[in-house]
């Protein structure tokens, strides 16, 4: 069975809703994956726009050490570099240790990728690494991926 992702908050390709912007409460969306293989030992997400920084990607979350029993996220995962469930927040491109939704400049729609990997180990790397740190970390250990794509635009 190949990994996959979703949220009941927006399909594939569809608008994220304003609540999880910071033009709303900026709180993440929920989301889902498909039943995970024994192999799998964590998970790590990446929330991106590949658009908003002049020669480089922006990041809204990197979350890592994802315990694989679970099956998902709750909506409004809380700040914070270690959770109380196990997982690690890194640190977005706006310094933080938490989710920031999406925000182009005003007139502007964006494309914001939601990146699940299955990995075969956790990560050794403390809370509030980069999303390159964790990329890099992780690049041995990737068993499967899955995407989740979404659009905003502010005007």
């Given at each position: 069975m190949r990994l996959s992702l979703m949220s009941s908050a927006f399909a594939s390709g569809g608008a994220i809703p304003r609540r999880h912007t910071c033009e709303g409460e900026n709180v993440?969306?929920?989301?889902?994956?498909?039943?995970?293989?024994?192999?799998?030992?964590?998970?790590?997400l990446i929330v991106d726009d590949p658009r908003a920084a002049a020669g480089g990607v922006f990041s809204h979350w990197?979350?890592?050490?994802?315990?694989?029993?679970m099956?998902?996220?709750?909506?409004?995962?809380?700040?914070?570099?270690?959770?109380?469930?196990?997982?690690?927040?890194?640190r977005n491109s706006f310094g933080n240790a938490r989710y920031e939704g999406p925000c182009p400049p005003l007139d502007e729609e964006h494309t914001y990728y939601f990146r699940l990997y299955a990995l075969d180990a956790p990560l050794d790397i403390s809370a509030g690494a980069t999303r390159e740190q964790v990329l890099q970390h992780m690049e041995s250990h990737i068993l499967d991926r899955s995407e989740l794509m979404g659009r905003y635009g502010r005007g």
């Open positions: 993440s969306p929920p989301l889902r994956w498909s039943r995970l293989s024994e192999d799998v030992k964590s998970l790590a990197v979350l890592y050490n994802i315990p694989p029993d099956d998902g996220l709750p909506e409004g995962v809380e700040a914070g570099g270690t959770l109380p469930w196990g997982a690690m927040q890194g």
